[in-house]
Nanobody
Framework: VQLQASGGGLVQAGGSLRLSCAAS??????????WSWYRRAPGKQRELVAA???????SYADSVKERFTIARDDTKNTVYLQMNSLKPEDTAVYYC?????????WGQGTLVTVSS
């Protein structure tokens, strides 16, 4: 399975971006798999930002609640992260992850830079 993330860029504080991550190359259904977004800010450890299970359960890091929304389109094998009201502290490389019961796949990362 290959994951291709896109949508990062430079945005001013208060702005919005939508990240996408598309899966390809899978011969198994990913509908039951979980999607998640992580990020790694400069000088910090990687953190979980948002996750959405195959059954639709959603969770968010406290720092992004009410601002970020994770969504998945299983017809397109794609997950999205809508990011609103962006803050400079959201600056990071964002990674998508697709998780099965015994497997996990990572995207290559997309850089989000929020200027003050």
């Amino acid at each position: 399975v290959q994951l291709q993330a896109s949508g990062g860029g430079l945005v001013q504080a208060g702005g919005s971006l939508r990240l996408s991550c598309a899966a390809s190359g899978s011969r198994i259904s990913i509908n039951a798999m979980g999607w998640s977004w992580y990020r790694r800010a400069p000088g910090k450890q990687r953190e979980l930002v948002a996750a959405k299970t195959g059954s639709g359960n959603t969770s968010y890091a406290d720092s992004v609640k009410e601002r970020f929304t994770i969504a998945r389109d299983d017809t397109k094998n794609t997950v999205y992260l809508q990011m609103n009201s962006l803050k400079p502290e959201d600056t990071a490389v964002y990674y998508c992850k697709l998780s099965g019961r015994f497997s996990g796949y990572w995207g290559q990362g997309t850089l989000v830079t929020v200027s003050s």
